[in-house]
């Protein structure tokens, strides 16, 4: 899903392995006429593709007849009550399971810790249709929980899941997403707490409830703070989750903004939802980078080892115990749903009204290679994987060839360039439906090119990019290259030797950075994708929304190599990152 | 009055203490002198009730504490990096045991005052403990300790993160608050200044036991063993091996001495050459000055052979001297 707000989680990590500037450093000799070279591609992109639409957006929306029609106030209205009350209930869910969970993490030792730690962090990678996809095998109405019910319970009717399309479809799903949010940042300002902050308190007579009360809660409370606004932001601006799992009168401002300009063609509505939508999250955005700011945890002198320790009475093992099943469940029964329905049959199939055929089968999978006639598409399904390959390849290509000179120029930037970085980081605020919207207002007419698929997609991955090259362009140290040039390396050789010798990684975990957020991009796609060149969760959403076993059937093989690829991908990125790089 | 009784406690596989038994009396103070890692701020740890030790009971005033949490213990911490509070200010954080104890508003803010004016920090209620000195901050932890009346009082190496000239002066003052207030404490530490300054009592621990105990003039008098003079730094400890009567032969030359215990011919012992000119004695040792190092009001002389002595006057380097000096039997 596109986050936004991400920049302030990547800038708060990525400040902390960035290398001092060296003294008596000096850019190298490049005139004015290079640094407009430099920057007016990245810059040229932006304006045409971010900042063209989104005027357009606003100018749509300076008409005083929309604003005073009663339909749109009402319908703007509900949209926002709705959009925050779930944002709210969302995040208070999260910080329920998330707190004791960072508790969890933050002080006690037990087999498994990393995996758990990985595994609880690998939805927030996870394209929503994914995560969508995997409620939907695991409580869907064709899902396993059914299934076993049917099955424990044949004489009786089985008890129906109504489960996806309700309300607690989308607060469990956005459970699940951002959980890790909570378990990072205040697990990591546990262990950060001093211990002998609790041991004083205790021996000045303050008994376990109250040593929390006085002294641990409030210590924490910034970065309990931070999470939570970054949680509620996440869910404020959520879209696939919403769309794909809930239903009739659950509908945010993004799936809204969607509705309006896809459904009903009400594109100047759509646009006035847009705008509302983008203040609330710069809203939002400025009240997290004020608390971040104001993180201050009293730090512990020893090593964050020393504060973990293994459980040691029957209470503290219940305690892990329970969260270890809890969360390892919560975590796994999801996303292991959706390959074991991808090869299991479990009802009817088309033409096969009578006797249901249950059983293992690869049939789900063949059946990608076929383009039927009655099919969601004109093409075979497993020409969505092309595309999508195809469209991340290109993502890949166009996010480096602009975000390398704008890293490098923003390593050492001047006075101008500094008020250029924010701007750069803007498409991250801009809701995924929005970037879509904005193009089919401005590009309606282009939209059968499907290269505007990559354009948006880079639009999204360009910030991710710039903020990973960035720090490793800023790590090599200038002593370096010249103690290179003076044993007699020619400029060509030095930046060979040294740069690229150091870029390398970055550059991968960038490439592959882009490559993952266009696998699984799915808000900006689904506006503006023909409906003959499909990507990969476009198509998963299509054949989730078509009956039939065959189509359940083929989403879920989608979803699986989606996944595979998504976690692989999630793989290389934590292989590449920078040794004493932060969290994210 | 505290008492411990055969405390054992072993970290990760490793014994850190074995079998610790120690009495603090009241009013008195006594010092844990030890090096880094020999479990002497584990033993603290356990005595607050931090820690659990494997074996061993402690008790006060002849009750049996190990079912006591540490809240209600009533033994006062101070730690070496202090561990104020940082989200309260002065005030609040010495006023934390207090409002602990659910004393009224007009009693806790008198106690504050009072205490504060005990550590010399009158007028400091309202500062931020972030904007305080090391020097201040380990006078408000002190504060905040002392403030609920603690029945004991424990230090963690409280002057480590001091430097020397405040160190002394912190020193003193804490001589003095100990001295007035009465409580007993007891102080951890790894340095020898520290614990002859405070002291009434030293308990020297090495490798997780109880070596040597006594007032600090009793411990310098009669270090109880080799490790002890060495880590003291009572002087020259060297080996030697007994020849006949009271004679001992070393590579440093032949010594005439008395022995508490009872050696026979052949028998390795542990000598201490004290490094002070001493005229009465008949031991003399004699070397080349390999080094000259001017302390204070005497010079300390390095001989090529390794030892060191103090004298009044310096001799030149390169020159062979003969000093009077005392040396001992150690164990």
């Known amino acids: ?97 998330g707190l004791p969970s960072a508790y969890l993490f933050a002080r006690y030792d037990f087999r498994g810790k990393s995996l758990l730690r990985a595994l609880t962090a690998v939805p927030f990678m996870l394209p929503t249709v994914v995560v969508a996809a995997g409620f939907s095998a695991l409580l869907g109405p064709r899902g396993w929980m059914q299934t076993l019910s049917a099955f424990f319970f044949p004489l009786s009717a089985p008890i129906p899941f109504n489960f996806i399309g309700t309300f607690s479809a989308i607060l469990t799903a956005h459970v699940f997403y951002n959980t890790t949010i909570v378990i990072r940042i205040v697990s990591n300002a546990i262990s950060r707490l001093d211990p002998k902050l609790e041991q004083a308190a205790r021996s000045l007579g303050a008994d376990s409830r109250r040593v929390w009360w006085h002294v641990i809660l409030p210590l924490l409370r910034p970065s309990i703070l931070a999470a939570s606004l970054l949680v509620f932001l996440f869910d404020f601006t959520s879209f696939g989750v ?343 | 009055m505290l008492e411990l009784h055969n405390i054992i406690k072993s970290y990760e596989g490793q014994p850190l203490l074995k079998n610790i038994s120690l009495k603090v009396d009241s009013g008195e103070t006594i010092c844990l002198l030890g090096a880094s890692g020999s479990g002497k701020s584990t033993l603290l740890r356990i005595i607050a009730g931090l820690e659990f030790s494997d074996s061993g009971f402690i008790l006060w005033d002849s009750i049996d504490l190990s079912s006591t949490p540490p809240h209600l213990r009533d033994f006062g911490l101070v730690f070496q990096d202090y561990a104020l509070f940082p989200h309260l200010d002065v005030f609040e954080n010495v006023a934390f045991g207090l409002k602990m104890k659910n004393w009224n508003r007009q009693k806790i803010q008198e106690r504050v005052v009072e205490t504060l004016g005990l550590v010399n920090l009158s007028n400091f209620e309202n500062r931020k403990v972030t904007d305080l000195s090391g020097g201040e901050q380990q006078r408000v932890a002190l504060a905040r300790a002392l403030a609920p009346r603690p029945q004991l009082l424990m230090f963690d190496e409280p002057l480590g993160a001091l430097d020397r000239a405040l160190r002394e002066e912190v020193l003193n003052e804490l001589r003095l608050i100990l001295h007035r207030t009465q409580v007993p404490a007891i102080y951890v530490t790894h340095d020898q200044e520290e614990a002859f300054t405070l002291a009434d009592r030293i308990l020297l621990l090495h490798n997780g036991e109880i070596v040597c105990e006594g007032t600090p003039a009793h411990v310098v008098a009669n270090p109880c063993s080799a490790w002890a003079a060495k880590f003291l730094g009572l002087g020259n400890v060297i080996n030697g091996l007994k020849i006949e009567g009271l004679k001992v032969k070393t590579e440093y030359g032949r010594f005439t001495l008395t022995c508490k215990h009872k050696h026979s011919k052949g028998d390795k012992v542990n000598l201490l050459v004290r490094p002070h000119e001493a005229r009465s004695e008949s031991n003399v040792i004699r070397g080349k000055v390999a080094d000259v190092n001017f302390q204070q009001n005497q010079f300390k002389v390095t001989l090529e052979n390794g030892l060191y002595v103090y004298l009044k006057n310096a001799p030149q380097i390169g020159r062979k001297i003969a000093v009077k000096i005392a040396v001992e039997c150690l164990e």
């Open chain 1, 1 to 97: 899903m596109p986050l936004p707000a991400v920049n302030s989680v990547l800038s708060e990590v990525e400040g902390q392995n960035k290398a001092c500037p060296e003294p008596g450093r000096r850019v190298k000799g490049r005139g004015l006429n290079t640094r407009v070279l430099i920057w007016f591609f990245p810059l040229a992109f932006l304006g045409i593709f971010f900042f063209y639409p989104l005027i357009r957006i606003f100018t749509l929306t300076l008409k005083p007849s929309l604003l005073l029609q009663a339909d749109t106030l009402h319908i703007t209205y509900d949209a926002l009550r709705f959009t925050i009350y779930q944002a709210a209930l969302s995040t208070i869910l999260t910080l329920l399971l």
């Open chain 1, 242 to 584: 919403i769309l794909l799992l809930g239903g009739p009168g659950l509908s945010t401002l993004e799936v809204e903004i969607y509705l309006q300009s896809v459904k009903y063609f009400n594109l100047s509505l759509a646009a006035l939802l847009s705008l509302i939508q983008l203040l609330c999250t710069l809203i939002f955005s400025i009240l997290y980078t004020r608390v971040t700011s104001a993180v201050t945890v009293q730090t512990a002198p020893r090593s964050i080892s020393s504060n973990t320790r293994k459980p040691h009475n029957g209470r503290e093992r219940i305690f892990v115990f329970a969260f270890y099943l809890l969360l390892i469940t919560f975590y796994v029964l999801p996303l292991i749903s959706i390959p074991l329905r991808s090869i299991t049959r479990l009802e009817a199939d088309r033409g096969q009204r009578g006797e249901v055929q249950t059983g293992l089968t690869t049939d789900y999978y063949s059946e990608l290679f076929i383009n039927r006639r009655d099919s969601v598409f004109y093409v075979p399904p497993i020409q969505a994987a092309r595309n999508s390959l195809l469209y991340a390849s290109a993502t890949i290509i166009l996010s480096l060839a602009l975000g390398f000179p704008a890293a490098s120029a923003l390593v050492k930037p001047t006075r101008f360039e500094k008020i250029l970085d924010p701007i750069l980081m803007l498409p991250l605020g801009a809701s995924a439906v929005t970037l879509g919207l904005g193009f089919i207002i401005s590009y309606g007419r282009l939209l059968t090119n499907p290269a505007l698929v990559p354009l948006a997609h880079t639009l999204v991955a360009l910030p991710f990019v710039i903020r990973t090259l960035q720090p490793a362009i800023a790590s090599i140290p200038e002593r370096l290259r010249q103690a290179a040039a003076s044993l007699g390396a020619s400029p060509f050789r030095v930046w060979q030797t040294v740069d690229w010798q150091i870029l390398r990684r970055a550059t991968l975990s960038a490439a592959t950075f882009a490559f993952t957020i266009s696998l699984g991009e799915f808000g900006a796609t689904l506006l503006i994708s023909r409906p003959d060149y499909p990507t990969i969760p476009v198509a998963i959403e299509k054949f989730l929304s078509q009956p039939g076993g065959l189509n359940y059937g083929q989403a879920m093989a989608m979803a699986t190599l989606l996944m595979l690829l998504t976690i692989t991908c999630i793989l290389i990125i934590e292989k590449l990152r920078l040794p004493g790089a932060g969290e994210f």
